[in-house]
């Protein structure tokens, strides 16, 4: 450690003794390497114990500790104090969900979300017997929907989304990819049964295509990127229906 | 208190966790699950699993290969026969994930790719690219959500179990956003809570890998085997602790002393293999026990290199070239840059030993039941007996999967033939520990809870770390017993009921209390040296005569555990010289 130190801003609230969100301040030693989670974790074991936040692996994959740095949805584990350093840093709970405690949202809503687009393989036929082995999947086919299949769930694209902020029941951006990356899967037949929620108003046409939760993803999944595919597929079925009605 | 009547009960859910209420929900269709996590489930630390998961699909290798590298990497401390039914299942498993969507790397016609690992004669580690576990997690995650019968409690915090007639009959957990408590009466339990790496100070694990399950189970009269087992692996970064995988040396990556210096082949893995060309159980591949203890060794000689974050050798992947390093470890590059500001395909990665990985654990037998009537134990928190002295990368994940499936098939076999208890003394024993969790709540104490945490690994990294002596681990149990004296003084300063993560801390550092506690002891009585326990004091060899013994640790609350020893399973592999390099040639001709 340096003598050199940095100021922390946090947006408390526990919703048992405050009335609303307060700022507190904190001051923490300095060092380049050290993350906003470590900072966090410095205050919590040597300042206040009471603050509270999530997190765990410390390596950007389980999607825990993600918050408002500055203003900007970050994870606080691949965020540095050297980015902000001499500048005061202010750490708020993620914009656009209600917050539980301190820097802990509500994730009800979101997890609701991912839960409701059927997020798992639906076969052609009854499932394929072990004994057949695995599906034939080239790289080619992979490269169709990999990307989409990197989110962690981390939930900053919610509160970067202006219009997830306007509309709760917007699908919104890491489901839409999700759905996106299962009916990209060459061996998944469940695309009909997933296009009707594609279709929804709340589905894909909710979204005003501002672009900023593929700024914000800390994974490179480009979300915006799935949803205006599922645009195409969507218009698609609209004129398929105009001609074919149910 | 909420009172909810369950089947199965599941803690945990990670990879094994999620197999096994998948396993029930699908086969057991009447069966109601209650899948219980502390995270919502995508945050387990399966997630951070990079290399892969072993099943045999060439048609050069054979069971019979994963068999003897798997005992022979365990140093002979393996159960032979659940070691057996493991390589059978492994990829029969592995692609039951793949029906489910695991985007496994594929070759150019579209079958499954495999990788080498360390200690593997053949290539036979499935991946998706560097990240194996955050797929495989999030493919289970996703599935689960197919099935109405699992009832999920996220963020739910386990208290205790609650055992009545020598059964255990459910569990008391905390939901940690309301701080309600609620009685999960249950016919099973399965348990699946993971590792408990954060005993130690500089690990590859994440906060939650705290040994819960392996306590709660532990204090429970469950024996934990093989406790001194722990696994550093050899490339983690330094001062985080941040795992580089396994996989890197798989696809050819070296690791080098501060001369530039391939010294894996001074210390019986050689000779060295020409750059690019990595050949299975030989330098690099060598297991990670070995590859670990090298490090400490060049450290002695004073070959490592000195940096503000400690000691550390590197480990080139510069020779890859940038679309190998892109398609087969884009998520090495990115840590690598983000967390200690080196380009791989640039700059060679500094890397030092960190715990990894508990081989010990929740004696269980071949069939994930424990001495607990009804309470079955799988994955990390467990020991099925599969790892020995010392564990393969790449058999944990196809652990996760072959396991997960059985425990729950005999979980739910034994929950259709099983009564609920009555639940009146199901509900004083919940009552009861309501009351001893608001007691500690209430703590109001001088000892501050994140230094004995610190003092905690600290004790364990200097006493039961990669080399241990009689002196070293008799300091540590010392300790140990100080700072759990020092536990009942703690001071919780947050007294509130929502989201109360300082409290959750708290219990947390109980269980990681009794689980070093657990390992220091079983450390110290065994007089030898056998994979990952390593002494160098006058028990430097390996001891088949009295420790070809697993060891089981009783918990004693506030006295030393007590140590017992029985056997091992031995079906068809002798115990011999364990060889690597060139010996390992020789050895088979």
Not at chain 2, 89 to 112: M, V
Not at chain 2, 129 to 150: E, M, N, R, V
Not at chain 2, 521 to 544: K, L, P, V, W, Y
Request: glycine share 8%; hydrophobic share 35%.
């Amino acid at each position: 450690m340096t003598d050199k130190t940095i100021e922390i801003e946090i947006l408390r609230y526990r919703p048992e003794q405050d009335e609303k969100p307060f700022p507190q301040q904190f001051e923490v030693p300095y060092h380049p390497d050290m993350s906003i989670l470590e900072a966090l974790q410095y205050i919590k074991d040597h300042l206040d114990s009471t603050v509270s936040f999530r997190w765990s692996c410390r390596m950007a994959i389980c999607g825990s500790c993600g918050l408002m740095v500055n203003n900007i949805p970050k994870l606080g584990c691949k965020a540095f104090l050297r980015d902000y350093y001499p500048q005061k840093v202010k750490l708020e709970a993620l914009a656009n969900f209600p917050i539980e405690r301190d820097l802990i949202v509500v994730m009800d809503d979101f997890i609701k979300k991912l839960e409701e687009i059927k997020p798992y393989i639906i076969p052609e036929s009854d499932d394929k017997c072990l004994s057949e082995g695995t599906y034939k999947q080239t790289p080619e086919q992979m490269e169709k929907y990999a990307k989409f299949s990197m989110c962690i769930n981390c939930g900053l694209c919610y509160s970067a989304c202006p219009q997830y902020g306007l509309d709760k029941n917007f699908t919104g951006p890491a489901a839409l990819a999700l759905l996106a990356r299962y009916n990209r899967d060459s061996r998944d037949a469940g695309s009909a049964e997933r296009m009707k929620i594609v279709n929804q108003e709340q589905g894909v046409w909710s979204c005003t295509f501002v672009g900023y939760c593929s700024v914000v993803c800390p994974k490179g999944v480009d979300p915006a990127a799935a949803i205006q595919l599922l645009k195409v597929e969507s218009s698609k079925d609209y004129l398929i229906g105009m001609f074919k009605p149910d | 208190m909420q009172i909810i009547k369950t089947d199965v009960a599941i803690i945990g859910a990670g990879g094994s966790g999620l197999r096994a209420a998948i396993e029930i929900a699908e086969n057991y269709p009447q069966l109601d699950v209650a899948l219980i996590s502390k995270v919502y489930p995508m945050r387990s630390h399966t997630v951070a699993a990079e290399g892969g998961a072993a099943g045999v699909v060439q048609d050069s290798d054979s069971l019979d290969q994963h068999f003897d590298d798997t005992v022979s990497g365990g140093d002979w401390l393996c159960e032979q026969d659940v070691v057996q039914y493991f390589v059978e299942n492994a990829a029969k498993q592995l692609t039951q994930l793949e029906h489910w969507g695991c985007p496994w790397s594929r070759k150019a016609d579209g079958n499954i790719n495999v990788r080498a690992f360390g200690g593997m004669k053949k290539e036979r580690t499935w991946f998706a690219a560097d990240k194996s576990g955050f797929h495989i997690l999030h493919t289970l995650f996703q599935t689960s959500l197919k099935h109405p019968k699992i009832t999920r409690f996220d963020e739910h915090f386990c208290l205790d179990l609650v055992v009545e007639n020598n059964k255990i009959q459910g569990v008391v957990i905390l939901d940690i956003a309301e701080g309600e408590a609620k009685l999960i009466q249950a016919k099973s339990v399965i348990m699946a809570t993971g590792g408990a790496g954060r005993v130690y100070t500089y690990n590859t694990n994440g906060g939650i890998v705290t040994g819960d399950g392996m306590s709660l189970a532990y204090r429970h009269g469950v024996a934990l085997r093989d406790m001194e087992f722990i696994q550093y692996h050899p490339t983690g970064l330094p001062g985080s602790g941040i795992l580089m995988t396994e996989g890197c040396r798989g696809e050819g990556g070296v690791l080098i002393n501060k001369n530039g210096y391939r010294y894996l082949q001074d210390y019986g893995l050689g000779p060295e293999t020409p750059l690019g060309q990595p050949k299975n159980k030989h330098m690099e591949l060598g297991p990670r026990d070995k590859i670990s203890q090298c490090f400490w060794q060049e450290q002695q000689k004073g070959n490592v290199i000195t940096g503000d974050r400690g000691d550390v050798v590197y480990l080139d992947l510069r020779h890859l070239g940038e679309t190998k390093i892109n398609e087969r470890l884009p998520f090495i590059r990115e840590l690598a840059k983000a967390y200690v500001g080196v380009d791989p395909v640039h700059e060679p990665i500094p890397v030092r030993p960190t715990v990894h990985y508990t081989m010990g654990g929740i004696t269980t037998n071949a069939k994930t039941e424990t001495s607990l009537t009804g309470l079955y134990a799988i994955g990390e928190c467990a020991s099925v007996g599969l790892h020995g002295a010392n564990r393969l990368g790449s058999n944990s994940l196809s652990e996760l999967a072959v396991f997960g499936q059985l425990a729950g098939q005999q979980a739910a076999e034994y929950a259709q033939q099983a009564e609920h208890h009555t639940i009146k003394p199901l509900q004083e024993k919940a009552q009861k520990i309501i009351a001893r969790t608001e007691a500690l709540l209430h703590s109001n104490g001088n000892e501050k809870m994140a230094d004995i945490r610190q003092e905690m690994g600290d004790c364990m990294e200097e006493g039961v770390g990669i080399y241990r002596t009689q002196t070293s681990m008799q300091k540590t149990i010392d300790k140990l017993a100080e700072l759990k004296a020092r536990y009942k003084h703690i001071n919780i300063n947050d007294k509130s009921s929502v989201f109360n993560t300082e409290f959750l801390y708290a219990i947390e550092l109980g269980y990681l209390l009794d689980t070093a506690e657990a390992i220091a002891h079983s450390a110290i009585a065994r007089q030898e040296s056998r994979g990952s326990h390593q002494r160098i004091d006058e028990f430097n060899t390996r001891n088949d005569v009295h420790f070809l013994k697993h060891s089981l640790a009783y918990y004693q609350a506030d006295k030393a555990p007590i140590i017992k020893y029985s056997d091992v399973t031995i079906t068809k592999s002798q115990p011999a010289e364990r060889v690597y390099g060139a010996a390992s040639e020789t050895k088979e001709k």
